[in-house]
C-alpha cells in the first residue's frame, strides 16, 4: 500500500513541532493533496488542532498502547492509497516511556510505521552548533529514518549561510520558519487551547500557512513523503458483530468534555452500541433513550459555574447513577461527579454529587504518565487483565477510590484508584480501549442488560 507520509519531529519539546505541522497540513491541502493527520501519543488537544481548524481527519498513535502491529493496523486502517499522512511527533524524537524506554516514543512509532522524519530544530540563539546537534541525531538514528532538517524560528538569510554547513552531513535541509507573528499558540496547564478559543485561529494559520510556503520547499518534502516505503496490509482483528437492537450509551459531548479518542468511540460502535452525543453544559436532559452515560475529559474546571446552573442535567445525572445505569467517567467527567469543584480562586460551583467531596485544583501537577490498570473485583475488565491510559491533571478529589490498582509501567510502582463497581468504572486515568477491547465490550454489555432491564 503506497501511503506518502512524513514525521515532524525535534530534539525537544517546544521546538514548534504543531505549528509547523499545522503550516504543512493547510500547504498540502492547498497544492490540492489528500491528507490525514496522525499525533504521536496520548495528547488529544493537537488532533483537535488539525480536525477542527483545517478540517483534517486526525487520530492518535501510540506504540506503548498497542504495540508494534496493532498501531500499524490503526494506521492503515484510516488511510487509503495514495493519500498523504503528515505525523506530529511528541517530545523529543527519541523519548519514550519514563523517557528512556522506546515504546510510545515518536522515533519508535516511524519505525513501526517506516515514516521518514523531518527533524524540526529550534534554531534560536544558535548558529554553526545546529551542526553537532543534528549530526548527533542522525548517529543515533539507527534506522536512517531522518531524511531532512527544517529550521525553525530563524530567517531566511541566516539559515541559508547555516545549511550546506548541516548538509554536509548528508541530510537535506528542507527550508527555514522565522519567528512569525502567527505562529504563537497559546498554552495552559492541560497543553494548548482548544481550537475553539483561538480568536481568528483560521486567519492565523493561513498566514503561517503563506510563511511556510514562501519559505520551506514543499516540493522537497514531497519527494521525501513520497519515498517511503510501501506498507503491507496488516489484518485488522475482526469484531463479533452483534444482532438485534444496539444499546445506547450518552456521550457527554460539548467545549467542556471534549477529549475523546476517535478509536475509542469507534470501538464502542463495533462492539454494537449506538452514542448519542448531549451536552452537559446546554441540555436540560440525557438522551431519553440513553442505556448508559461515558463522561470524557476536557475542561468542566473552565465552565463551572455554567455546568452549576444547569440543575436539571445535574439532578439527571444522579438519577442515572440511582438507577444504577452503566457510567464510565474519565478526569473531567470523574470531576463532574463529585459535590462540587473548587477552582484555583476558591470560587466553588456545584456539581453532580454521585460521589462524596469537593475537588480542588492544587496548583501542581498531580500526576502524569502512563499506566496500566487492573481492577481488584474483575467487572469491566476479564480476571487478570488490565487496560492502559494516560493521567495529566492538576486537580485531585480527596477520594480518588481504590478498587482498581496503576501500576507506572517504566518504575513498576502501584497506587489505588478508580471508583469501580458492577455498574461504574470512575477515576482521573483516561482509557485507550483498544489496549484492551474487553472494556469496551463488557461497557456495551452492561448498557445492553440496562436497556432490556428498563425495558422489561
Not at 70 to 89: H, N, Y
Not at 267 to 277: D, H, N, P, Q
Not at 356 to 371: A, H, M, Q, S
Not at 377 to 401: C, M, T, V, W
Request: with cysteine; proline share 8%; charged share 25%.
Amino acid at each position: 500500500m503506497k501511503i506518502g507520509r512524513v514525521m515532524i519531529a525535534a530534539p525537544k519539546s517546544g521546538s514548534g513541532k504543531t505549528i509547523l505541522t499545522c503550516g504543512l497540513l493547510l500547504a498540502l491541502l492547498k497544492a490540492g493533496r489528500q491528507v490525514v493527520s496522525v499525533k504521536c501519543g496520548p495528547d488529544y488537544i493537537d488532533p483537535m488542532f488539525h480536525e477542527k481548524a483545517l478540517g483534517i481527519p486526525g487520530k492518535n498513535l501510540d506504540t506503548f498502547f498497542t504495540g508494534e502491529e496493532q498501531t500499524r493496523a490503526l494506521f492503515l486502517r484510516d488511510v487509503k492509497e495514495g493519500d498523504l499522512a503528515v505525523f506530529e511527533g511528541v517530545m523529543g524524537l527519541f523519548d519514550g516511556l519514563s523517557g528512556i524506554r522506546p515504546e510510545g516514543s515518536s522515533y519508535h512509532l516511524a519505525q513501526v510505521t517506516q515514516t521518514p522524519i523531518l527533524l524540526a530544530v529550534d534554531a534560536k540563539g544558535m548558529g554553526r552548533s545546529l551542526v553537532p546537534l543534528v549530526a548527533g541525531f542522525l548517529a543515533y538514528d539507527k534506522a536512517h529514518l531522518i531524511k531532512g532538517v527544517l529550521l525553525n524560528r530563524i530567517s531566511p538569510a541566516y539559515a541559508e549561510r547555516l545549511s550546506p554547513l548541516i548538509e554536509e552531513l548528508g541530510v537535506p535541509v528542507v527550508g527555514c520558519f522565522p519567528e512569525h507573528p502567527g505562529a504563537c499558540l497559546e498554552s495552559r496547564h492541560l497543553g494548548l487551547v482548544l481550537p475553539g478559543e483561538l480568536q481568528g485561529l483560521r486567519k492565523r494559520l493561513e498566514a503561517v500557512a503563506g510563511q511556510f510556503q514562501e519559505s520551506v520547499s514543499l516540493e522537497k518534502i514531497l519527494k521525501i513523503m513520497e519515498e517511503a516505503a510501501p506498507l503491507s496490509p496488516v489484518p485488522f482483528p475482526p469484531v463479533p458483530q452483534r444482532q438485534g437492537e444496539r444499546p445506547v450509551i450518552a456521550v457527554a459531548r460539548d467545549a467542556a468534555f471534549c477529549f475523546y479518542y476517535r478509536d475509542n468511540l469507534r470501538l464502542l460502535e463495533e462492539m454494537g452500541a449506538r452514542l448519542s452525543y448531549f451536552s452537559p453544559l446546554s441540555d436540560k436532559a440525557l438522551p431519553e433513550d440513553a442505556d448508559a452515560v461515558l463522561l470524557g475529559g476536557g475542561y468542566p474546571e473552565l465552565y463551572g459555574e455554567t455546568l452549576g446552573n444547569n440543575r436539571e442535567m445535574l439532578a439527571a445525572i444522579r438519577c442515572a447513577a440511582e438507577k444504577k445505569m452503566p457510567m464510565v467517567a474519565e478526569c473531567g467527567g470523574f470531576l463532574y461527579l463529585h459535590q462540587a469543584i473548587e477552582d484555583r480562586e476558591g470560587r466553588r460551583f456545584p456539581m453532580a454529587g454521585v460521589l462524596p467531596g469537593v475537588c480542588r485544583d492544587t496548583g501542581k501537577l498531580v500526576r502524569f504518565g502512563y499506566v496500566e490498570l487492573e481492577e481488584k473485583a474483575p467487572s469491566f475488565l476479564p480476571p487478570g487483565q488490565r487496560i492502559k491510559g494516560h493521567e495529566f491533571h492538576y486537580y485531585d478529589s480527596p477520594e480518588n477510590g481504590t478498587d482498581c490498582t496503576a501500576r507506572k509501567p517504566g518504575t513498576g510502582k502501584s497506587c489505588p484508584c478508580v471508583v469501580a463497581d458492577e455498574n461504574r468504572f470512575l477515576g482521573f486515568p483516561h482509557l485507550y480501549y483498544p489496549s484492551n477491547p474487553s472494556f469496551a465490550r463488557l461497557f456495551v454489555e452492561k448498557a445492553m442488560r440496562f436497556g432490556l432491564r428498563k425495558k422489561g
